[in-house]
């Protein structure tokens, strides 16, 4: 794991630039960032061990190196194998192959241009792999001139290959693709009515009302819809700060 993350929030529109930690000025820890600052991190680590890796400095730092040098293999195995199982293919050999790792960028791709939710598009994406009818549902996310409906094709005619049905494919990607993300807005949200005017006033009902729908987040529930929905124009929080 990495030792720090530094996104700070979860993003709404997906953007691999997307940053929001106000110190965080020259995005060093944006999303796409991750990896690399995961390994710088590790490094960091690395270096706090090497008086107990071997009795000279030379020979510890040949050993760290060794370890560190499979990280970047290691990363991208694992992130495919996750990414595949988003959009409901199944990792082999622990990875995935690069064609299918061919049609997870080329979504991507195409959420960043049409800055469809992240949380919710992949959560329809399993709707979708059950019905095709709710393809429509997931081409509404992506802003206007993004046509998605070629890669549904392909991502369609791909799942044909997997085995197993098309209900349990769905069942499978719904444990993985959460319906619920504590959204930046409703923790502001939260936070100002708990605050309140200072002088004691606060009201924790709308943070207890979030605790309680995230001890879920895989689940559908109707009294938390609001909840999952991305924030409305104006609700956008843009900036977090780590005392939040």
């Not at 796409?32 to 995961?38: F, L, T």
């Not at 598009?121 to 549902?137: I, K, M, P, Q, V």
């Not at 979030?210 to 109707?222: D, S, Y």
Request: contains cysteine; negative net charge.
């Amino acid at each position: 794991e990495t030792i720090d993350f530094g996104p700070c929030a979860f993003m709404d529109a997906y953007h691999p630039e997307a940053v929001f930690s106000s110190i965080d000025r020259d995005g060093r820890y944006a999303f796409a960032n991750q990896p690399g600052i995961a390994h710088w991190n590790l490094v960091r680590f690395a270096e706090t061990l090497l008086p107990l890796l071997a009795s000279s400095t030379e020979e510890a730092v040949a050993v760290a190196e060794a370890a560190l040098n499979r990280f970047g293999a290691a990363f991208e195995a694992a992130y495919g194998a996750s990414l595949g199982r988003k959009i409901g293919l199944e990792p082999k050999d622990g990875g995935i192959a690069e064609a299918d790792l061919d049609i997870v960028r080329g979504l991507l791709t195409l959420m960043a241009h049409g800055k469809a939710d992240f949380t919710l598009t992949f959560r329809r994406l399993a709707d979708a792999a059950e019905d095709a009818s709710a393809d429509a549902a997931v081409a509404a996310l992506f802003g206007d001139g993004i046509d998605v409906a070629p890669w549904l094709a392909r991502w369609r005619r791909r799942l044909t290959e997997e085995p197993g049905t098309a209900a349990g494919r769905a069942a499978d990607m719904r444990t993985v693709n959460p319906w619920l993300v504590p959204r930046n807005h409703r923790i502001e949200q939260a936070i100002a009515a708990a605050v309140g005017s200072g002088e004691g006033d606060g009201d924790f009902a709308p943070f207890e009302r979030l605790v309680a729908a995230l001890e879920r987040p895989f689940e559908e529930r109707a009294e938390f819809a609001d909840l999952a929905l991305p924030p409305e124009p104006g609700e956008e929080v843009r900036e977090t700060f780590c005392g939040t």
